[in-house]
């Protein structure tokens, strides 16, 4: 294993603005460099990358390698073996001394200015945990549910509560990763641990009006290598794989339903834990099998093969 300090610009603002992205690659070379050189290029002076490479794959591991050369590029790491998202994230978290942690997934494209607006909108509201850009598609927003979800914040900003957001794009206040400490071995998932973080009493939430992430692993996105469902093979995401999906049709419902998943969530964490979790697990599952739902502006489309 092997870790490379970048020399970097130092920065001429507080050091409580500093924001410190990690961004995985491992084996899809075409996504890793338009991902990376988007991030890298979009970065300011506050803004540090830290690139983790896990694996062998030869051709990613030279893009890697390439864009750590870039100013904004704070360091590089590589790992012969794969050691998937604990370790990088950790890794990051542990090392870090910025005031703002993120990741940025390297199949994503975020809008200009993401980073700025996420963090003017922490300064104005010290009660914000983890907040996010919304990496679904304009079509997928569902107004009767979302705007219920909806939340005024000081310093004109706005934002759609929710306990979770995806483990890409956000801001994360410091002081959050320090009372909760790093991702556990026994229990790594982002989600839950967004989770605790409400339930600690921070607000999480998608920053409103979204400020989007272009999911080059959605199938419409005009960035995506998912074409037919013979790219699936080759092109698959980590969860498509984990869940053994290889249909294109079957996994662009699956990325519908999860937009349509986080508008309906409760936004009390008590309701993500226990039996009260195993019942809305239990509920979820029968309305996606069935298509049948009790709330409004529900496209029969989400239905599951």
């Given at each position: ?295 409004p502006g529900v496209n029969p489309q989400f239905k599951a093969k």
């Amino acid at each position: 294993m092997s870790t490379t300090p970048i020399a970097a610009s130092s920065s001429a603002q507080s050091p409580n603005q500093i924001i410190d992205i990690l961004m995985i690659t491992h084996r899809r070379p075409r996504y890793a460099r338009q991902s990376l050189k988007h991030l890298l290029d979009s970065c300011d002076d506050t803004m540090r990358v830290w690139i983790w490479h896990n694996g062998d794959n030869e051709e990613t591991l030279a893009v890697a390698k390439e864009m750590s050369e870039h100013p904004r590029c704070y360091r590089f790491h590589h790992s012969p073996v794969n050691e998937k998202l604990r370790a990088p994230t950790n890794w990051l978290w542990e090392e870090a001394d910025g005031a703002y942690l993120c990741k940025v997934d390297d199949d994503c494209l975020l809008q200009e200015g993401w980073a700025q607006t996420l963090r003017a909108a922490h300064e104005a509201n010290p009660e914000l945990g983890v907040i996010g850009c919304w990496r679904f598609q304009e079509e997928d927003y569902v107004p009767e549910l979302a705007e219920k979800k909806l939340r005024d914040l000081k310093g004109g900003h706005r934002m759609l509560v929710n306990c979770w957001v995806q483990g890409s794009g956000y801001l994360m206040k410091r002081e959050c990763m320090e009372a909760q400490g790093p991702l556990s071995k026994e229990d790594p998932c982002f989600t839950k641990y967004c989770n605790s973080i409400a339930e600690s009493g921070y607000v999480n939430g998608f920053y409103f009006p979204f400020l989007f992430e272009d999911h080059m692993d959605d199938p419409r996105s005009p960035n995506t290598l998912l074409k037919r469902d013979e790219d699936m093979a080759e092109h698959a995401p980590l969860s498509a794989i984990r869940d053994g999906v290889t249909s294109l049709e079957v996994w662009q419902e699956r990325v519908r339903w999860n937009a349509y998943m986080v508008q309906k969530s409760p936004t009390n964490p008590r309701w993500l834990r226990g039996w009260r979790l195993r019942v809305r697990m239990l509920l979820d599952k029968i309305e996606r099998v069935t298509g049948k739902s009790k709330g409004p502006g529900v496209n029969p489309q989400f239905k599951a093969k």
